[in-house]
Nanobody, 121 residues
């Protein structure tokens, strides 16, 4: 059974940094895109970044230059390093897996439970 478990969320001041982790298990992810989405209260879930196990990355425009997605294939873990955080980055961040690259939640087969990120002003 595929399982994705996020960790690393928390409360941080504006301008600060956090690193999220997503540990994947129960499947073969070598050909999968692993992505991060986020959902703020009252808003739709939105794409943040994606990485294929080959290392190819894709980012939403609003995080380019601030967030970096990376992976450790040996640990089946994907990371999201978030720098220069803004209050508008406050959301629940979700890890997701898909065999194809997509920016829409319905492209993804597997989801984690989410981790809360709160950025105070």
């Amino acid at each position: 059974q595929v399982r994705l478990v996020e960790s690393g969320g928390g409360l941080v001041q504006a301008g600060g940094s956090l690193r999220l982790s997503c540990a994947a298990s129960g499947g073969t992810f070598s050909s999968y895109y692993m992505s991060w989405f986020r959902q703020a209260p009252g808003k739709e879930r939105e794409f943040v970044a994606a990485i294929r196990w080959s290392g190819t990355t894709h980012y939403a425009d609003f995080v380019k230059g601030r967030f970096t997605i990376s992976r450790d294939n040996a640990k089946n873990t994907v990371y999201l390093q978030m720098n220069t955080l803004k209050p508008e980055d406050t959301a629940v961040y979700y890890c997701a897996a898909s065999p194809v690259l997509g920016i829409w939640p319905n492209n993804y087969d597997y989801w984690g439970q989410g981790t809360q990120v709160t950025v105070s002003s």
